[in-house]
């Protein structure tokens, strides 16, 4: 017995004895085929169920078809539209303000500079004048260690010694300076503030000489700044 090439039908031959069975077999078998291809509502042959070498259903084409291709291709173009037309966009997007803003920054391409900007050959004046950021010293400068020794020698202000007194005339005034100041290291400077006319001081070694040569008692104030030499 041989079969069809299509729904695979049993064919009788001359020889085979007909057989009821087999015949109710090939009306069962068409059955299921023309109801597989002609009597569903939707659209069941899609691209990726139809057999090859069979074309799809024409309903693909008809939006009102559930499941169909055109129902499909109608429900993406009123996704696309209504995207399209809605407000509703997240901080992923600028707006139309926010793009005016950041542009209203920003020059043309194609544009002039005014007289708030330097030229080229003005700036280019400016830095002749400046060194590079490495650059090194001749011997019209002092190197560090040069400048460290000599201000190492250099006098400093470190302190001030003051004391009211009172001579009568002629009387003398003769105190040593406090022991801190009292060696090798530090300058002094003596002064008298008040009445300095008439009086003479000085420093004998580390004691201050003060003398009033005015013809009458007078006070004044014994100073001595202090000044370190390396100290």
């Known amino acids: 017995m041989k079969l069809t090439d299509l729904f695979k039908f049993k064919l009788f031959e001359r020889k085979d004895t007909a057989d009821l069975a087999v015949v109710n077999e090939n009306f069962q078998t068409a059955e299921r085929e023309i109801d597989k291809r002609l009597l569903k509502t939707a659209v069941q042959n899609t691209n990726t169920v139809t057999e090859a070498g069979y074309a799809l259903d024409a309903r693909q ?8 291709l055109a129902e499909l291709i109608a429900a993406l173009s009123e996704m696309l539209t209504s995207h399209k037309s809605s407000g509703d966009h997240d901080s992923r997007y600028y707006t139309k303000t926010d793009m005016n803003t950041m542009l209203a920054r920003k020059a043309d391409s194609e544009h002039n500079h005014d007289k708030v900007y330097y030229t080229k050959a003005f700036v280019d004046g400016l830095l002749a004048l400046k060194a590079d950021l490495t650059h090194y010293h001749d011997n019209r400068y002092y190197t560090e260690a040069e400048t460290d020794a000599r201000m190492a020698k250099a006098a400093r202000y470190v ?6 007194i009172t001579l009568a005339a ?14 090798g290291g530090y300058i002094y400077f003596i002064n008298c503030s008040g009445n300095s006319l008439n009086f003479t001081a000085n420093m004998e070694g580390y004691n201050m000489a003060v003398k009033n040569r005015g013809a009458s008692t007078l006070a004044t104030r014994v100073q001595v700044y202090f000044f370190s030499i390396g100290v």
């Open 159 to 164: 302190g001030l010694y003051e004391q009211e």
């Open 61 to 68: 084409a008809n939006p009102n078809v559930k499941g169909s």
């Open 170 to 183: 002629g009387g003398e005034f003769y105190q040593a300076i406090p022991s801190t100041y009292q060696n």
